[in-house]
C-alpha cells in the first residue's frame, strides 16, 4: 500500500514539493487558500483539524516557522500551531522540514517522531546552489549594460554557489577571477579556467571589475576595498545573515549593490520544490523505507 | 594628425559606438539632445548646420533612416534630412550605417563618397549573435519557473545565433535538441552536445519542451506542430521579419509565445555599440586607412 | 525483404563499416584474407568470383585504387579489379566509395549504376574531424614533457579540425592562439574563447608556443616564421596534400615537426568505419531508398 | 641577499623543479651524473661531499627513500645516505621533500631543522591530478579503437583526480557516469554532466561500458562486477596501493586492465617538477620567509 504524505503551510514550493512527492505518495495538502490552483492529485484539505486518518510522513514549510508558535504559512488565512501537527502523524512517523529550531525538534521527538531537516543534508544545499547561481547570472544579464562575455567579473569565495556561479560565467564567456583564502581553494578555481587573488591580497591594491559577485558571510567588501574600486561596478552579494558588503559606503560612492537573498524560490520556484522532494526521497532510501 | 569622425542621430548605441572611436579618432556627435549624457572627449555638437569643418568619417544610425528622407534620431527634437550629411564629409571621406537603402547609396556614392553598410560584414553578425544570445537566455531565465539546468529546449535552426545560444544553454546544463535541415548542421549540433532533428521530423511526432527558440525567418512552429504541443512550453521567437511562429493559434492553446526582437539593443546597449565601432575599425584596417 | 550489401576491398575501417551497416542489410564482405577476423553476421566471401547474387549495394574502399587498374585491398593476396565489381551489382543499383576518380566514375554510370562519393558529402568531413582531432590531442599527449593544460598552442586555420581542436584543447586547459586570414573567422575563434593573429601579422613578429598544429594546405611555417619561434616548440602538420610546414628548414633550427596524416584510420578505426557507415545511411535516406 | 636552495638527488622531476626555482633562489644541485643536462643557471656538485656552504633550503626527492637508509637517487651512481644531508642545511634551515617517513622526519627535526612533506599539501595534490588525468586520457586514446567522442565509460570514486578527468571526458564528448557512496558526491557529477550509480547499486546488475578508470583504493571492480561487464571494456586502475581491480579474475574474462601508477612524472615530467616548485613557493610564502 502507497505511503502517505501530508504537506503543511509554506509557499508556492511546498506545492511543487507536493507535486513531485505525489509521483510515488498518496499526498494531502492543507494550508493554503482556494484561491491558489492545487494539482489535482493532490487532496487539498481545508483545515489540518478536517485530517481524520493519520499521515506516514509530514512535510513541513522552510523555515518552518518565524515565532516559534505557529507555522509559516503566508497563503493561509487561518493560524496552524506548531504542536496541532502532532496528531496529524502515525506513531513513529517522519516529520520533514527547513531550519527547525532546537524546541521544536525536541516537541516532535519527545512525541516518538522522527526529525529531518533537510537544510542540513549536503546534496540539498548543492543542489540549491544551481537555482541561486542561475537567479545570479539573471540579475548580471538584467543589470549589466554590457554583456556578461568579455566582461570582468570578481567572485569572492570559493564554496557551492561560487564553484557552479564560475562555471557558468566563464561558460558565458566572462573572465572571472576568484578570491579566496585557502590555497587549494585558489588551485581548483585556475583548474576552472578562473584568475585568481589570495584573500589576502584583495585590500592591497586597486581594482577594475564589471561586477562582483559576494559569497562570503563577513564583511569583504569594506570602505578600503571599496575605495580602490572603479565606480561603475556592479556588485551583488549572495552571502546570507550579516552579508559582505558595506552598503551605505558603497552608495555614497555610487557604486551600486544589491543584497539577492531568497533566489532560488523567486528564480525558479518549481526546481526548488523538486530539490525538497528529492532531498526527502534520498532520505527515505538511506532509511531503507518502502515506498509503495 | 588624427583623422576626424562625425557620428549622426540614433539611438543609445551610437553613443557607445562613438565613446569606442573616440579612443583612436577626433569625434564629434550630433543629434542627441541636452538631457543625454555624452561622454567628455566626444564633441557635442547641437545642430548639424553648427559643422564648419568637414570630417574624414561619417558614422550613421541603424537603420539609417525609415521613411528615406530623415536620419533616424529618436534623440533629437529636429529633424535631420539626409541629404543634409552630404556637406559635412571631406572629398572622398568614407559613410558607415547599418540598413542603408539603395537610394541613398547611389545618393552618397554620386557625391563621391566610399559607403559602408556594417550589417553586410559577417563579422558584425557574428559579434551581434552573442548579445542576441545573452538576451534570449536572459528571457529564459526570467520566463522559466524551473532552472535552465535540466530543462529540455528546442533550438530550430543553426546560423550564428543558434549555435552561440545552444552552447550557452547546454553550458548551463540544459539539454539542447537542434532541429535544422542539412545534415551537416545537424552532425556540427550534435559535436556540440546537443540532441537532433532532421526538419523533416519536427511534423511528424508530438514533443514535450519546457521551452523553444526559433531563429528560422519562416513558419515552422506552425499549427500542425503547436497542436502536438505541451501547452506549458514557452515559445520565443528570435527569427526577424516574418517570424517564425503561428501565434494566435499558440496563444488560443494557451501557450505562451514571445517575440523578442532587438535584443543586441536592449540587453547589451554599451556592447552593441562597440561592436559597430570594431566593425568600423575592421573596415578601416582592410582599406589600410592610417588612423593616426 | 532486406537488401544486400556488397563490401570489397580496403583496410580495417571496412570491417567496421561493414559491420555497422550489417544492423540493417544484408553484408557480404569479400577482400580479406583468412587471417582477418570477419563478425559473425557477415558473410566473408573468399574471392569477388564465388559471388552468385547480384548485391543492391557496393561498399569500394578509400581511396578506391592507387593505380586506376585494381581496388585498394592491402589485406588481400588477389587483385581485384575495378571493372570486375560491375557483374556484382544488380542493375541500377548504387555504388559508394571514396576518392573516385573520374574515369572510374564514368565506368560504374556508363554501366547504369548510381555512383556516390562518400568524401564529398559535408558531414562526413565534419564526422571525421573527431578522429583527427582525438589523433592530434593523443600526439600532443604523447609528445609534450608538459600538461596541455597552462600550455601555449597555435592553431593555423580555422576548419572543421581547427575548430574541434580548439574546443578540446581549450577545455583541456590550454590557452589556444587561432591564426586565419578571415575577420570572422577570428571572430568565431574569439567566441569560443581563442586568442586570435590575424594571418597577415603572423610574419610579424616573434612567436613562443609550446605546441603548433598546422591546417592550412599552404606554406604558412615557412623560413621567416621559423627563424622568430622558439626551438623547443613542437610543430604538428594535419594539412594534407602539400603541407604548411618546411620541414627540413625547421630540422635545422633543431625544431620538431610531425606530418600527421590519415589520423582518423590510425586513431579510431572502428569510429571511423562507423563514420562511412552513417554517411550512407544518410544518402540513402535523402534518396528515399527503404531499408528493409 | 638571494637564500640558497640545495636539490639533492631524485628523477627528472627534480631537474625541472629546481629549474622552477632557480628562477628565484640561488641553486646547488647534486646526484645526477654527467650524461644528464642540468640547465645552465644551476650549478651542478659532483659529490654531495664537495659542499662548502650550508643553503638554506633543501629539496629531497620523493619518496625520499625506499630504504630508510639512503635517499632515492635512480640518477646517480653513488648512494647517498640520508643522514649526510644534515651538514648542508644552515641552522634552522628548511627540508622539503614527498613520502618522508616519520623517523627520518624526527632525525631531521632533531637537527633543529623544519620539515615539510609537500605530499601532504592539498593544494600539491590538485594540481597534480591534472597531469594524472591527462595521462589517463592519453591511454584512453591509445587504448580506445573508437574515440572518446561518444563513448561510454565510467569513473568510480569522487576525488580530485576523477572530478578533473570527468571534466575533460565529457569536454570530449564522452557520456560518463560517475559511481560514488555518497549521495552529494553524485549530485555534484551530475551538475557537471555525468550520469550516475549510487555505489551501492555497482554490484546489482550488468554493465556496459567502453573504458572504466578506477580511482577507489578499494577493491571495487570484483569478481561480481566483472561477470556483470562486456568483455570488450577497457579498465584503467588509477588507484594506489591496493589497487581496485581484481586484475586476474578480469584476464581471465579476457577483459583488459591496465594498473597506470606514477602517471604526472611519466606523462607530463616538466609540469609535475614546476609543480613541487610551486608548492614549495606557497609554503615560504605562507611562512613569511623572504624570496630574495
Same mark, same amino acid.
Given at each position: 500500500m502507497q505511503k502517505t504524505f501530508l504537506v503543511i503551510g509554506g509557499d508556492l514550493r511546498q506545492i511543487y514539493a507536493a507535486g513531485k512527492l505525489s509521483e510515488k505518495f498518496n499526498?494531502?495538502?492543507?494550508?493554503?487558500?482556494?484561491?491558489?490552483?492545487?494539482?489535482?492529485?493532490?487532496?487539498?484539505?481545508?483545515r489540518i483539524t478536517d485530517i481524520t486518518q493519520r499521515a506516514d510522513y509530514l512535510l513541513l514549510p522552510t523555515p518552518i516557522s518565524s515565532d516559534n508558535i505557529n507555522l509559516n504559512a503566508p497563503f493561509c488565512k487561518n493560524t496552524i500551531p506548531i504542536n496541532s501537527v502532532i496528531s496529524c502523524l502515525k506513531e513513529k512517523g517522519i516529520i520533514f522540514g527547513g531550519k527547525i529550531n532546537p524546541e521544536t525538534k525536541t516537541l516532535f521527538?519527545?512525541?516518538?517522531?522522527?526529525?529531518?531537516?533537510?537544510?542540513?543534508?549536503?546534496?540539498?544545499?548543492?543542489?540549491?546552489?544551481?537555482?541561486?547561481?542561475?537567479?545570479?547570472?539573471?540579475?548580471?544579464?538584467?543589470?549589466?549594460?554590457t554583456t556578461i562575455y568579455h566582461s570582468e567579473i570578481l567572485i569572492t569565495g570559493w564554496g557551492r554557489i561560487a564553484k557552479i556561479l564560475a562555471h557558468m560565467l566563464t561558460s558565458l564567456g566572462a573572465t572571472v577571477t576568484v578570491c579566496?583564502?585557502? =590555497?587549494?581553494?585558489?588551485?581548483?578555481?585556475?583548474?576552472?579556467? =578562473?584568475?585568481?587573488?589570495?584573500?589576502?591580497?584583495?585590500?592591497?591594491?586597486?581594482?577594475?571589475?564589471?561586477?562582483?559577485?559576494?559569497?562570503?558571510?563577513?564583511?569583504?567588501?569594506d570602505k578600503q576595498f571599496l575605495q580602490n574600486l572603479n565606480s561603475d561596478c556592479l556588485i551583488i552579494d549572495l552571502a546570507s545573515k550579516p552579508g559582505g558588503v558595506d552598503?551605505?559606503?558603497?552608495?555614497?560612492?555610487?557604486?551600486?549593490?544589491?543584497?539577492?537573498?531568497?533566489?532560488?524560490?523567486?528564480s525558479a520556484p518549481v526546481s526548488s520544490g523538486h530539490i525538497v522532494a528529492e532531498t526527502i526521497t534520498n532520505i527515505l532510501r538511506e532509511r531503507g523505507e518502502p515506498n509503495e
Open positions: 499526498v494531502y495538502i492543507t494550508g493554503f487558500d482556494k484561491n491558489i490552483i492545487i494539482p489535482e492529485n493532490i487532496k487539498n484539505i481545508d521527538e519527545n512525541s516518538g517522531f522522527w526529525v529531518y531537516d533537510y537544510l542540513d543534508r549536503e546534496e540539498f544545499s548543492v543542489m540549491n546552489a544551481v537555482p541561486t547561481a542561475e537567479g545570479a547570472v539573471q540579475i548580471a544579464l538584467e543589470e549589466l549594460p579566496a583564502r585557502k =590555497c587549494y581553494d585558489l588551485t581548483w578555481a585556475e583548474i576552472q579556467k =578562473c584568475k585568481t587573488i589570495p584573500l589576502s591580497d584583495l585590500h592591497k591594491s586597486s581594482h577594475h571589475f564589471d561586477m562582483i559577485f559576494n559569497t562570503i558571510p563577513a564583511m569583504i567588501l552598503f551605505s559606503f558603497a552608495s555614497s560612492l555610487g557604486i551600486k549593490s544589491i543584497w539577492a537573498l531568497g533566489l532560488p524560490g523567486k
